[in-house]
């Protein structure tokens, strides 16, 4: 396992957060900390070990592709921010 | 005995015999809600005329028919607030039933106020909550744990017969241990996730507090099953949860962990949890050393499998289809960005950050991928415990419950609380919390000690058996706190 050099404000762009400087030095401290203690981790040796993404590993589970009634388009729009003419209103995405 | 005493069987008694009626129950419910919750504060949200109406037309021929069941507000109930206990699902109104809100109410059970919670389940002690702290109804200057506390809380101080809660790294059973109820974390894929607001997909499982143990079967009964709208529930015979209780411990085999009686755990914890181990022996069951050689990777595996689907799961929350929006968005990138900022609390920032980073380029590897095959290794332990013994018997939180403020600016240490109920949510096998006694701490007399008991995957009624029996023969699940009345 590297040597952790966990840059906050990098990291928070990726995950479209932005951040006070105050977090980021907050979160780079006590982030920090927790990678160091999962760096114990990298003493157990895993060689030949498959990688679980699940508990019980299912695979293919399938269903009939039938049509059946879902959420009405008024109580789907219900939560939108902004919603307006039966549609959800965004952001301009092109400048 | 006072209604609001009554546990689920013994509500079900009384409607059934005709002595009591499920809008009895109600009064009694709104009239203790009254009483303690200004105190305890486990309720965001409960509305009692809505109650009282389902509960005039309750079945009681129904498993459930005419019990209210309090729900944490991370489970969706169609038209009621659902807001993980988040700013970002403030104004969010759940357009539909979860999966197991649709279960209860075909049981007959009437589902009841929202409760409170560390945000989007990220946390052990409620205090993550964007809404108000709830407290310990022990000792009402600690914390509930979590991150189910509302759940706990309210069961505990007999202002609900049972409530639902989640359990992605012990939220039920830590919460449980510390409020001095019983918690159940069924088995992974046994209860349907579908309509819970998920924190970490692979782990997640939606479980009951109760008073106890033949509630929780109860309430297990109801909600298990193969759903298809969750293609990971899984599709196996769901047996009658209360088929082995009151059958004794005559020929089972319970395994002591020995990585699980730790140097730093609470002194107190240790000496009731061994005398409940011989309390288990003098039952007639069978005591086995056992080893669970990877335990101490538990918690560094959890935050980085946990935090890495967190950082995937809350991508969601995009201030598009609902949620916060912040104002006056300059373009899409500053409109996600500060939605984000304004809408999640701190810790889920930072598990957030956390997650990304573990899964980054370059550090994908080193840290998500290898934490999995530990994690597989730590599954293999349980495969291997259990083929020697039926349970395994173990503390459920190393801690009795510490002070509101106690750990807030101390993650790793509050991480640590979950040290002994991470394993079985990565491992997948259900688990249970029942009281074992009562520590005392500085200003304290009373706080309730936590039993675990750990069962394979899909073997519930066995569990439960072994809880049920230890929980019978002794005092503990009688014991309720003296909630004050007003605010704390």
Not at chain 2, 114 to 125: K, V, Y
Not at chain 2, 466 to 474: K, N, P, R, V
Request: some cysteine.
């Amino acid at each position: 396992m590297p040597e952790s050099n966990l840059d906050v404000r990098y990291v928070a762009n990726l995950a479209r957060i932005d951040l006070s400087d105050d977090e980021v030095s907050r979160f780079q401290n006590q982030l920090s900390n927790v990678l160091a203690y999962v760096e114990q981790l990298k003493s157990i040796d895993v060689t030949g070990v498959d990688a679980a993404a699940h508990a019980h590993p299912v695979f293919n589970v399938f269903r009939e592709d039938e049509p059946k009634p879902s959420l009405e388009k008024s109580a789907a729009l219900k939560n939108a921010p902004h919603a307006a003419n039966g549609l959800i209103m965004v952001t301009k995405v092109v400048e | 005995m006072e209604i609001f005493e009554l546990s689920v069987s013994g509500l079900l008694d009384a409607y059934r015999n005709g002595s009591l009626s499920p809008v009895d129950a109600i009064d009694a419910l709104e009239a203790r809600i009254n009483a303690v919750d200004p105190a305890v504060q486990a309720y965001l949200a409960r509305d009692f005329s809505a109650a009282r109406e389902a509960a005039a037309q309750a079945d009681v021929s129904l498993p459930l028919g005419g019990v209210p069941v309090g729900i944490k507000d991370v489970i969706n109930v169609i038209g009621e607030q659902c807001t993980a206990g988040s700013r970002i699902l403030e104004s969010y109104r759940a357009p539909y039933d979860a999966t197991v809100i649709v279960k209860l109410r075909a049981a007959g059970a009437i589902p009841f106020g929202r409760l409170n919670m560390d945000e989007f389940a990220m946390g052990s002690s409620t205090e993550n909550s964007a809404y108000q702290l709830t407290r310990n109804p022990w000792d009402l200057s600690r914390i509930p744990g979590g991150s189910s506390g509302g759940s706990a809380a309210a069961v505990a101080a007999q202002e609900a017969f049972a409530t639902l809660g989640s359990d992605t790294g012990g939220s039920i059973r830590q919460p449980a241990a510390l409020c001095g109820c019983v918690g159940l974390k069924p088995s992974y894929g046994r209860v349907s996730r579908y309509g819970l607001v998920a924190y970490a997909s692979s782990l997640d499982q939606i479980g009951p507090f109760t008073k106890t143990t033949r509630d929780a079967a109860l309430l297990l009964n109801a909600i298990a099953g193969k759903d298809p709208r969750d293609s990971t529930s899984l599709d196996r015979p769901v047996d009658d949860a209360t088929a082995l209780l009151g059958k004794d411990l005559t020929g089972l085999k319970l395994g002591i962990p020995k990585e699980y009686f730790v140097d730093g755990m609470d002194a107190q914890v240790r000496e009731a949890v061994e005398v409940a181990i011989r309390q288990c022996e003098s039952l007639g069951a069978e005591l086995v050393e056992i080893s669970l050689p990877h335990t101490e990777c538990a918690v560094g595996v959890y935050y980085i499998v946990a935090t890495a689907e967190a950082s995937a799961n809350l991508a969601r929350f995009d201030g598009v289809r609902y949620g916060h929006r912040a104002a006056d968005p300059k373009n899409l990138l500053d409109h996600y960005k500060r939605s984000r900022e304004e809408g999640f609390g701190s810790e889920v920032k930072r598990r957030i950050i956390l997650g990304t980073y573990v899964l980054s380029s370059g550090y994908y590897d080193a840290y998500y991928l290898h934490a999995q095959k530990v994690r597989t290794l730590m599954r293999k332990d349980f495969t291997d415990a259990f083929e020697k013994v039926d349970a395994i018997i173990c503390p459920t939180s190393p801690d009795l419950a510490f002070r509101l403020g106690e750990r807030t600016d101390d993650p790793l240490k509050m991480y640590l609380a979950d040290i002994f109920t991470i394993a079985a949510n990565l491992a997948g096998i259900c688990g249970i919390s029942v009281p074992c006694g009562f520590g005392v701490a500085e200003g304290t007399p009373r706080l309730p000690i936590g039993l675990q008991f750990l069962g394979k995957s899909f073997d519930e009624p066995r569990l439960l058996q072994i809880a049920h029996a230890y929980e019978q023969s002794t005092p503990w699940h009688k014991e309720f706190p003296t909630v004050p009345s007003g605010p704390a």
